[in-house]
């Protein structure tokens, strides 16, 4: 059964240093999104992106936070510089179409620590 | 705007009783319904979703779940509670042709023996 897939399982970090999260949707899927959870607290939409572009985006989603498709496979999140707050659990999901008609797969998640 | 509230963070059934998990909703425009489950170290998988149509929407596991637009509710529940059941669940809504889902804090069940 196609899966959403996501590497690494657990990034650790320094605080102001930049990571990138990657996921592998599933191939014949057309809408891609991150969503995070912070310790103990709710799953937090960021970004949607559908055709090479970001279709919505939350308030979290700030100057920080990027999204790129590079290669027709990979999803990737970057965090340009984090913050001690960036600490959470972040999730990929996908979708063949809007999130409200279809379902959304998730991946198992990246936790992420910075120090 | 729509937002999520659901009650009680912590739900303790005994297996073979009724399992029932609350969430009220508020939504300016139609809202699209859904429960996720989320096991121990993986991802969130999709129990049932309410688009249009049929109020009472059945899911995987025996669960189901009935929409009142009335009472701006979508309680999920299931006749009897297995061990497997014990997880954390996710209330979500969203808007018709919207790309974002707004969850909830979530409900983690416990089911004992």
């Known amino acids: 059964e196609p899966e959403v897939t996501q590497t690494p399982s657990h990034q650790v970090t320094q605080m102001g240093q930049e990571v990138i999260l990657r996921c592998v949707p599933i191939s014949n899927h057309l809408y891609f999104y991150w969503y995070r959870q912070i310790l103990g607290q709710k799953v937090e939409f960021l970004v949607s992106f559908y055709n090479n572009e970001i279709s919505e985006k939350s308030e979290i989603f700030d100057d920080q936070f990027s999204v790129e498709r590079p290669d027709g496979s990979n999803f990737t999140l970057k965090i340009r510089s984090t913050k001690l707050e960036d600490s959470a659990m972040y999730f990929c999901?996908?979708?063949?179409?809007?999130?409200?008609?279809?379902?959304?797969?998730f991946g198992p998640g990246t936790r992420l620590t910075v120090l | 705007a729509q937002s999520v509230t659901q009650l009680g963070s912590h739900v303790s059934v005994s297996e073979g009783a009724l399992v029932l998990l609350r969430c009220n909703y508020s939504?300016?425009?139609?809202?699209?319904l859904f429960w996720y489950v989320q096991y121990p170290n993986q991802g969130l998988q999709l129990l049932l979703k309410?688009?249009?149509?049929?109020?009472l929407v059945k899911g995987i596991n025996g669960f189901e779940a009935e929409f009142k637009k009335s009472e701006t509710s979508f309680h999920l529940t299931k006749p009897s509670a297995h061990m497997s059941d014990a997880a954390e669940y996710f209330c979500?809504?969203?808007?018709?042709?919207?790309?974002?889902?707004?969850f909830g804090a979530g409900t983690r069940l416990f089911v004992k023996a």
């Open positions: 999901a996908s979708s063949v179409g809007t999130s409200s008609y279809n379902e959304q797969f």
């Open positions: 939504s300016s425009v139609p809202p699209y």
């Open positions: 309410y688009t249009t149509g049929a109020t």
């Open positions: 979500a809504v969203s808007a018709a042709g919207g790309f974002k889902t707004i």
